[in-house]
């Protein structure tokens, strides 16, 4: 087996998030952007500016703020009684400099630097950090006031990404790539699962099942790999389930990626995991538009007899995969199959149905509120109950459907309003 280095999402363009005079919003959006990704288990360095009011003969008080500490550092320097006017102290920026020179190259998943603005754009402040980022390769993400838009275009040489100020914006500029990671920081945060280990995997011809005990999980088998020599059962025996789970991330191999997708649903399809029940392509039965289908699931035509239907082996009056991008754009409905996830399809996917109401449908979907930030409105997936049972269906060879009812389907919708 060729050795590949580890898989990584592709490079970020630096991220500028436009705003107009105030900035105060756009300060707490970046915030709270920084702070759900940290929450997640990313590594989030940089600082971000809050005005806290008047000090002395300041009209307000400026700061710089640690993201990863919460440590302020005062960037407002007074000139003196009488003075209606202060100016921004060097030794505030210096000491926020640090925060920014101790990320470099410390391995961080993002660099908020906020903001950009007239020390930047006229070559300091703090310019000479986020250039050293831009060049290490580290996604940096920053606001720009609408004066100095063109100041940070030719500071990027244009190799920029413009953002509305919305947390939406952040997310689609974050892009779904980062969800397999985002995925297996779930299992590395839980510290009851750093101790679970894997009883058994179960490969068949169609599915792949990861047992550690009380967690079981699912994930289809790819295609690619149905002539490829099978790994001994005791491969990942006796290994840490997170272990596994970190292959659906980092991986390259097909059948250890799925595998990888498989551990990550034994951790997040526990039975303690709640919802509504039903097939999920009954979600679009009431779209007025056009409805996309990756996947040809079992009764497609009885339940969306009007769906255009996507497959990697196309039945008559199917499309073949190579359609997926033309079909996705513009839809109202995608009911994307969970196999996409296993197969590394699901990024590309979720970027071309980007404005339609998508859905994850399939025993190998991760029901965790995670995937709704990366354009996923609906998560179908299921819960495994009868586990020799099902691990008896998949040796034989069957599909879904054979063992369906040995488990239960569970639904999660994004929550109103997020």
Not at 388 to 403: H, P, T, V
Request: charged share 20%; aromatic share 6%.
């Amino acid at each position: 087996m060729e050795c590949f280095p580890p898989a990584s999402p592709p490079p970020l363009r630096p991220g500028a998030v436009l705003h107009g005079p105030g900035s105060q919003e756009v300060d707490r959006l970046l915030q709270r952007f920084a702070a759900t990704l940290i929450a997640r288990g990313f590594r989030v360095e940089g600082v971000i500016q809050r005005n806290t009011g008047a000090i002395d003969d300041c009209a307000e008080r400026m700061e710089l703020v640690d993201v990863a500490t919460g440590h302020a550092y005062n960037i407002t320097q007074n000139l003196g009684s009488g003075s209606q006017s202060c100016k921004v102290d060097p030794m505030g920026v210096a000491e926020a400099s640090g925060v920014l020179r101790r990320a470099l190259g410390g391995g961080a998943d993002l660099l908020i630097v906020n903001k950009f603005a007239g020390l930047e754009a006229g070559g300091s402040g703090l310019s000479a950090e986020m250039l050293a980022a831009m060049a290490d390769g580290m996604p940096v993400l920053t606001s720009v006031g609408s004066r100095f838009t063109t100041d940070w275009v030719t500071f990027t040489g244009g190799h920029t990404d413009l953002l509305c100020p919305d947390m939406a914006s952040l997310w689609r500029w974050w892009g779904p790539h980062r969800l397999y990671r985002d995925l297996a920081l779930g299992v590395e945060g839980d510290p009851e699962i750093r101790r679970a280990e894997i009883r058994r995997v179960v490969i068949g011809a169609q599915w792949i099942m990861v047992d550690a005990g009380d967690r079981i999980g699912l994930a289809s088998r790819p295609a690619v790999t149905l002539n490829d020599p099978l790994p001994p059962p005791e491969r990942w025996v006796g290994r840490g389930l997170m272990e596994l789970a970190e292959q659906a991330a980092s991986g390259w191999d097909p059948l250890t990626v799925a595998s990888g997708v498989a551990a990550l649903n034994a951790f997040y399809n526990h039975s303690g995991v709640t919802g509504s029940g039903g097939n999920g392509l009954d979600l679009f039965r009431d779209a007025t538009g056009r409805v996309v289908v990756i996947g040809s699931f079992p009764g497609i035509r009885k339940r969306l007899p009007h769906a255009q239907v996507v497959d990697f082996a196309p039945k008559p009056g199917e499309y073949p995969a190579t359609a997926g991008d033309w079909l996705l754009a513009g839809a109202e409905g995608a009911a994307i199959t969970a196999s996409a996830l296993a197969n590394r399809t699901l990024p590309g996917l979720l970027s071309a149905a980007r404005g339609a109401r998508v859905a994850l449908i399939g025993p190998g979907t991760p029901l965790t509120p995670r995937l709704f930030d990366y354009g996923i409105d609906s998560l179908c997936g299921f819960v495994a109950q009868d586990v020799d049972r099902i691990a008896e269906m998949i040796l034989a060879g069957g599909s879904s459907k054979d063992f369906h009812r040995f488990g239960r389907f569970v639904t999660l919708e994004r929550p109103a309003g997020e």
